[in-house]
């Protein structure tokens, strides 16, 4: 076994030791790679043990080291904000897009997608960090009102960051938030699917599993630091 592969045994282990205290099926919760800044051999390398989903935040970047066949059944999802001016290639590198944050997105990708497209829609929990999303849940559920009626825009559940720097009661109050806007929404839109609660990275994931999270995103913990 790599370091890789070891990293990621460690995290899987973790993952379940959590669910076992919060009460959870380690089987409800995905582990994806966030393989940003990392070359292609890094996640095959990972593929090659049995990871199947990743994480990319930049189009460009995607763009210049995926190659253009993959392996089949490796997942590779955009979770960085897409300008709409992209959409087109992101459709064409992505299997999914987990941070669509506007409604003039989800319409752009409605426009241009050919075939069913699975998405996240990216929810603000944590107001005073400045970063991309939905602001809140009435903001969420108006375009919802628009994205119910889509094709081929398949709305799978929600994504957030928590707060970056935050004492674990902050980060799981936005956790929690995500939890039950999803739980409303689903009141609310009964006919589209919110199962996916996409929340917790490397310093977090614990606390989000806590709160029901589905999909954890981890980078550093598994790839070791970021340069740059
Ligand atoms: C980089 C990134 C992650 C992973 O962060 P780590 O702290 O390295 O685990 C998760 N989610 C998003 C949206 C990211 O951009």
Redesign the pocket.
Known sequence: MTDLQKNREEILSDIAKAASTYGRNARDITLMA?S?THPFQAMEELFACGQLVF?E?RVQEAQEKLPSGRPQGMRIHL??HLQTNKAKKALELFDAID?VDSLKLALKLESLACKSLPILLELKTAPEESKSGFEDEHALFQALETISSFNKVSVKGLMT?GPLAGSETEIRKAFALLRTTAERAKQRFPELDFSTLSMG???DYRYAIAEGSTLI??????FGP?EG
């Open positions: 966030v940003k994480g935040n979770i960085g941070s960051i990275m490397s310093s995103r981890v980078g550093t913990r598994l970021r």
